[in-house]
C-alpha cells in the first residue's frame, strides 16, 4: 500500500467516528514525533499492538479488498499479569472484503457500531481447515442460531454476532448503506499466530512510501528511550 492511502484511510476513520461520537483514546492522535518522546510508560502499548492497523491484505486494491483498525486495547498471550482481553473498532467500506478466517484460539464479538448494514458470512472449518458443509452455530445477540454453511448475516446498526474458533467469517459493507463502524469485543488478540485465512495472504502490507505518515501503525513505534 502506499503510504498516502494509509493516511487517507486513517483519516476517514477518524472522522467516520467523531462523527457517530465514538472517541479514541489520546494515543490514537499521536504523530510520530508524539512517539519519539514516549517513553515506558508507554510500553503496553507497544506490547499489546494496540493502535493503527490499516491493510490491503497483499490484494493492492484497497476499497475492493482491506481494512482500517484501532486496537484499544489488548492482552498478551500467555503472559499473566497482561488484560486477558481486546476491543477493537474497525471501519469497513461497502462491499470492502476482509477476506475469509477463522481463529484457531479467539472468541470474538462482531458489533455493528453504527452507520450501513455489515454483512458477515460464515461457515464452520472442516478437519482440512477449509470451508465446511455442516450448519454454524452463532450467537446473535445472546440468541442460538443455527444456520446454513456460507450464510450471509446481516447485521443493522447495534446488532452483533458472536465467532467462536474455527468458525470461518468473512465480512463487507452491505451495497447502497454507507461505510460501517464496526466493533470487536474479544479474548485476547494475536494476529501474528492466530489467524487461518482460506487463502494464503500476507496480514500485514508492504508499505510504499510516497508521503509521511500522519499516525505510526501498530507495528512501527520506535522502541522507548
Request: charged share 25%.
Amino acid at each position: 500500500m502506499k503510504r498516502s492511502e494509509i493516511n487517507q484511510a486513517i483519516e476517514h476513520m477518524i472522522g467516520f467516528a467523531d462523527g457517530l461520537h465514538f472517541k479514541l483514546p489520546p494515543f490514537g492522535h499521536f504523530t510520530p514525533g508524539d512517539w519519539q518522546t514516549c517513553g515506558a510508560a508507554y510500553d503496553e502499548i507497544r506490547r499489546a499492538g494496540l493502535g493503527w492497523d490499516v491493510t490491503d491484505f497483499g490484494k493492492g486494491d484497497f476499497a475492493k479488498c482491506g481494512l482500517t483498525l484501532f486496537t484499544v486495547r489488548n492482552g498478551v498471550l500467555n503472559d499473566a499479569d497482561s488484560k486477558t482481553y481486546c476491543e477493537k473498532i474497525m471501519l469497513v467500506l461497502e462491499e470492502q472484503l476482509t477476506p475469509m478466517h477463522f481463529h484457531w484460539k479467539k472468541t470474538e464479538d462482531i458489533i455493528n457500531r453504527g452507520g450501513g448494514n455489515l454483512i458477515c458470512q460464515v461457515h464452520r472449518a472442516n478437519n482440512e481447515e477449509r470451508l465446511g458443509s455442516d450448519e454454524v452455530v452463532v450467537s446473535m445477540d445472546g440468541c442460538e442460531k443455527h444456520v446454513p454453511a456460507g450464510s450471509k448475516l446481516v447485521l443493522k446498526p447495534g446488532e452483533s454476532v458472536t465467532l467462536t474458533p474455527y468458525v470461518y467469517h468473512a465480512f463487507w459493507g452491505e451495497p447502497g448503506k454507507g461505510p460501517v463502524l464496526v466493533g470487536e469485543v474479544s479474548t485476547v488478540n494475536d494476529d501474528a499466530n492466530d489467524n487461518r485465512f482460506l487463502d494464503e495472504l500476507p496480514r500485514y502490507p508492504g508499505i510504499e512510501e510516497d508521503a509521511a505518515p500522519v499516525r505510526l501503525l501498530c507495528t512501527e513505534y520506535p522502541a522507548a528511550k
